[in-house]
Every structure is written in C-alpha cells, then in structure tokens.
C-alpha cells in the first residue's frame, strides 16, 4: 500500500533514533468526571516518534476526555501517560496543543503573531515580553502556515480555514517534538482539509509526532500512519486499512454506518489519490 | 478658555480630585481590558456591591474603611472563584449568591446604626472631592501595585485570559492567574472606590475600555487609550460638575456614555474602523 512507503526517506533516521522511546505512550488510562462513570476506561496507546495518529470515535467516546487526561488538564484515576519517556508535566516543552477552534475566543483582541507567539510561552520573564527568537520563530511558524502577511490581523478578521491554520502555527511555533491536535479539521472544505494535511505530513517527515481526534475517517485513511479507535475504551489499534474495516467501525460507532458497505472502497480509492499525490509531490 | 479650565484647580480639593481621577483612569483602563474582553463586567459590579461589607464593618470597628473594603473585596474575588470551581452552576450564578451575601452582610451591619453618614454615602455614591491626602496616597499605591503586577506578569494573564486550557499546557498555572484577575478586579475596584462610589465604578472598567475597542484591535493599545479615554472623560465630569454644581461621579459616567455613543457613531460609518486601527496600530492590511 502506498501509505506505508510516505514518509521513509525523511523518517526513517530519525526514527531509529528514538527507536526505544514512543513519542506518546498511554498505558491503563481510565478517566472521568467525578459522580459519573468513567468517560475512558483502561486505554493504552502507543504514538510512535514521526508519526501521525488518528483518534476515531463518535461523539461521547471519551475523546476529549483522553486529549484533556494526555494534557494534566484532567487528572486521570488510574493509569499514566509518557511523552518521551517522561511524565507530561515534565515534557511541556515536547508537547504543543491545537484546541478545537470553537473553544477559542475569536472576538479576543490579539493579533494573528499574538497568538502564535503564546506557543512560545516556556515560563516565567517578568517585564520582559516575548524575546526577538521567540518573534522570529512565530514568523517562521506564520510563513510555514501560509499567514505571514495577515500577521498583524485581528484574529477575528480571518477565516474558519485560516483559523486553523494560526492555531496550527500556534503548535508549530512551539518547537515541539509532539503536537496534539483535536478535530483540526472539523467543518473544513477539501481543499482546506488538504492544505492542513501537506502541512501535517511535513512536520512528520521532519520527526514531529502527530496525534490527532477527528471524525472524518477518510482523513485517517489517507494521511494517518496508524488509526486508533476509541469508544470508551480501544476498540482497535493499527494499520488505517486494517483498522477502518466494517466490523471495528460497527464495533467502535456501535451502529451499522451507511458508509460501511463502502469503507474497504473508500480506503482503496484514497490509497489510489493518494498515490497520485504522492508522484505529484515527488515532482515538487 | 484657558480660565475656564484652570479656574477649578486653585483649590487643593480640586488638584487632589483630578490626581485621584488619573491614578483611577489608569486602573480602569488597565484592568478593564481584562473585565472587558474576559466577559467580566458582572464580576466588576459585584466586587464593587461586596465591598459594602468591608466598609461596613470598617465603619463600626472605626478600622480604615480603605482597608475593609480592599479586604471584602479580595474575599469576594477569592470566594466567587471559589465558588464557580466547585458548585455545578453557572459562574454568573455563582457571582450572584457571593456578592448577594457581602453586600446584605453590609446592609445588616449598616442597619444597626442610627442613621446613614454623608461620609458612607460618600463610598455608595462617591465623593472625589471629599478624597483626603490618606486616600490619594492610599489608591496610588494599590495602583501601582496592580500596574507592577500586570506589567511582570502580562503575557501569563493573556494566554490564561485568551485560551486558559492552552496556557495550562505550556505551563502556566491557570488556575492561580485566573483568581489573581479576579482579585486584580477587586483592587481596581477599591482604587476607585473613593473617587466613583460603589454603584457606579463598575462603569469605569466597562465604558471607556469598551470605548477604545471600538477602533482598536489589540489589547495592549487598547488598555492605553482606554485609560486616555477614562481620564479625559473624568477631567470633563470633574468640570462639569464644578460648574454645574452637580455630583461629580454620575457627571464623570455620563461624559463616558457620551463618548462611547460618539464613537460608535463614527467607527459605525464603514472603513472606518478598520483605517483608524491600522492607522493607530499600524497594522497592514
């Protein structure tokens, strides 16, 4: 399959590098909000260095839950969470964050560099503001993105594309080595989606590690290294053309999907664009 | 014209009021930008209500009422936080039991005595030129107290302010920077107490900051040009009341209304919002 052969050349070095250590490892995670049952519940998971991980589930399946336990934002009851080997807490430098863009305040009177800049935040310098190094690398974070010219935009002013794209350069600009990113897609136009995905498959191939919940399955299917399927607990773990097979997604969605009869069809139609693609981007 | 404007500050009372005005201009502006932007403006009010159990208790104890309203007030900050962590309602509900209760504490203790002072009116309604040399003196170190504080720790309540779960994850303690905007609201609160009274000093945080976001985009500038727009809207009440010979905080919240209506009419007019921000914020288009 064309999937496995994306990324090796860039990859594969730095993979082996950091063989031993995952760049996310969930193990035995059950979490939840306090009175109620667990919302996940004995996950483990694996986000190996250079790759790109897609969380699937219906909506209810825990999968903020999970985000919000990976980031200490929510402690978990049972069950820990390794980024490079160390808990989060000490790993905040290795990890960038991409909320979903509804949970942001828009209307927030901050510049599209404002906003990209608070990725650089790594601790405490009074009356100093950001450094020169932290303008530049948000500069560079806003030309990797495509929004170096609406820098000084209100971020108000920009689109539900362009949106995403600062919050992206956001986690970009932070030098992590794992970027966590929830739904960076939902509600995008292909073209968009597309955009974000190159951007996405770049960082891979530059050893980021990506881990990211969405609910569109053919983005897993045709950008995802490995798929992981989340309904309260793993339902499965893999290969996206072994994963997204109609018995797992009945399994994980807990209802036969109008879409299934057609999944096999939807995985082999993406690998064949994705093929294309792939020889398109060879040409570049 | 140079009369007419000078005339009032060759009265000590007058040139005390004005410095007041200033001090408190800076604090609205500065922290209004947070109430403003950060959807606090109930909070603003009710700080400002609590702190009637301080001054109330003050008065009763002959304790600095300063004081008791700066510590009621913080209490309040702590508890409404508090409150909105733990209790399943909405924060507005939660700002609504706490400042319910300060402010009846207040009343109860109040109602005790015999008959309401012209100089605890002067805390409910405002009385600049009743501020004495322990006021100026009292409200300007608070002040700079609080622009120490933003100033050293201004890109920590942005990003808690902006996307507080984010700032979580780079590191910044949210949880402490969300109450210390809370109690920073409280000390702004107290700042103005004296000079704009209880019912109204709420509209100081609000009017003039939102008055500057109506052309501007960024907070920074419009912090600064919100202290502009509230200082200069305080000179004008100050005088208007001096000449009028009418109550000077309600004189000071009405210039502001004003103004704030003459600049929505303006920047309401098309492209010039978008000029005057890239003009004054030198912002490309």
């Given at each position: 399959m064309a999937l496995e052969g994306r990324h090796v050349p860039a990859r594969e070095p730095l993979a082996e590098h950091h063989h031993a250590v995952s760049a996310l490892e969930v193990r035995h995670l059950t979490a939840g909000y306090p009175g109620m049952p667990p919302a996940i519940e004995d996950v483990s998971l694996r986000v190996?260095?250079?790759?790109?991980?897609?969380?699937?589930?219906?909506?209810?399946?825990?999968?903020?839950?999970?985000?919000?336990?990976?980031?200490?934002?929510?402690?978990?009851?049972?069950?820990?969470?390794?980024?490079?080997?160390?808990?989060?807490?000490?790993?905040?430098?290795?990890?960038?964050?991409?909320?979903?863009?509804?949970?942001?305040?828009?209307?927030?009177?901050?510049?599209?560099?404002?906003?990209?800049?608070?990725?650089?935040?790594?601790?405490?310098?009074?009356?100093?503001?950001?450094?020169?190094?932290?303008?530049?690398?948000?500069?560079?974070?806003?030309?990797?993105?495509?929004?170096?010219?609406?820098?000084?935009?209100?971020?108000?002013?920009?689109?539900?594309?362009?949106?995403?794209?600062?919050?992206?350069?956001?986690?970009?600009?932070?030098?992590?080595?794992?970027?966590?990113?929830?739904?960076?897609?939902?509600?995008?136009?292909?073209?968009?989606?597309?955009?974000?995905?190159?951007?996405?498959?770049?960082?891979?191939?530059?050893?980021?590690?990506?881990?990211?919940?969405?609910?569109?399955?053919s983005c897993v299917a045709n950008s995802c290294d490995e798929a992981c399927c989340l309904n309260k607990r793993v339902i499965a773990a893999g290969l996206p053309s072994e994963v997204l097979t109609e018995s797992i997604l009945t399994a994980t969605f807990e209802r036969h999907l109008l879409a299934i009869p057609q999944a096999a069809e939807v995985v082999r139609f993406a690998d064949d664009e994705h093929a294309h693609e792939h020889s398109h981007r060879g040409t570049r | 014209m140079i009369d007419w404007l000078l005339e009032p500050y060759q009265y000590e009372f007058m040139r005390r009021a004005l410095f007041v005005l200033a001090v408190t201009s800076v604090v609205m502006g500065v922290v209004g930008g947070f109430v403003v932007h950060k959807g606090l403006a109930f909070s603003g009010d009710a700080l400002a209500h609590a702190s009637l159990a301080g001054v109330a208790v003050a008065f009763v104890s002959g304790a600095s009422v300063g004081f008791g309203a700066l510590v009621a007030a913080v209490l309040t900050a702590l508890g409404i936080g508090w409150t909105r962590d733990r209790a399943r309602v909405s924060a507005d509900t939660a700002i609504g039991i706490v400042f319910v209760a300060m402010f009846s504490i207040g009343i109860l203790i109040l109602s005790r005595r015999q008959s309401y002072t012209p100089d605890l009116m002067s805390f409910v309604f405002g009385n600049i030129l009743g501020v004495s040399n322990g006021d100026v003196i009292g409200s300007a170190v608070l002040a700079v107290v609080l622009l120490l504080f933003v100033g050293a720790c201004y890109r920590e309540l942005l990003l808690v302010a902006y996307d507080p779960a984010m700032a979580s994850t780079t590191g910044v303690p949210s949880k402490v920077f969300q109450y210390a905007t809370l109690v920073m609201v409280a000390v702004a609160v107290v700042v103005a107490l004296k000079a704009i009274g209880i019912v109204l000093v709420n509209a100081m945080l609000l009017i003039p900051v939102s008055t500057a976001a109506l052309f501007l985009r960024r907070l920074p500038s419009i912090m600064i040009a919100g202290a502009l727009i509230a200082f200069g809207c305080a000179a004008a009440g100050l005088h208007l009341s001096y000449y009028a010979g009418v109550a000077t905080s309600p004189a000071i919240v009405l210039v502001a209304c004003a103004a704030f209506l003459v600049v929505l009419a303006v920047t309401s007019r098309r492209g010039v919002l978008p000029s005057t921000a890239m003009a004054i914020e030198g912002v490309a288009e």
């Open positions: 190996p260095v250079g790759e790109i991980v897609g969380l699937i589930g219906p909506n209810g399946a825990g999968k903020s839950t999970l985000f919000k336990s990976i980031l200490g934002l929510m402690s978990p009851t049972s069950g820990e969470v390794l980024a490079f080997g160390r808990p989060v807490r000490e790993a905040r430098a290795d990890i960038a964050y991409m909320p979903q863009v509804e949970e942001v305040d828009w209307a927030f009177p901050v510049s599209v560099l404002d906003v990209v800049l608070m990725g650089r935040y790594h601790g405490p310098r009074p009356f100093l503001g950001w450094s020169k190094g932290d303008r530049e690398a948000s500069m560079v974070a806003l030309e990797r993105v495509r929004l170096a010219p609406y820098a000084s935009r209100q971020v108000g002013q920009l689109s539900g594309g362009q949106r995403r794209r600062v919050l992206m350069a956001r986690a970009i600009a932070r030098g992590a080595r794992l970027l966590l990113l929830d739904e960076p897609f939902a509600g995008l136009d292909a073209a968009v989606q597309h955009d974000l995905l190159a951007i996405l498959d770049d960082l891979a191939s530059e050893g980021r590690s990506i881990f990211l919940a969405t609910h569109d399955l | -």
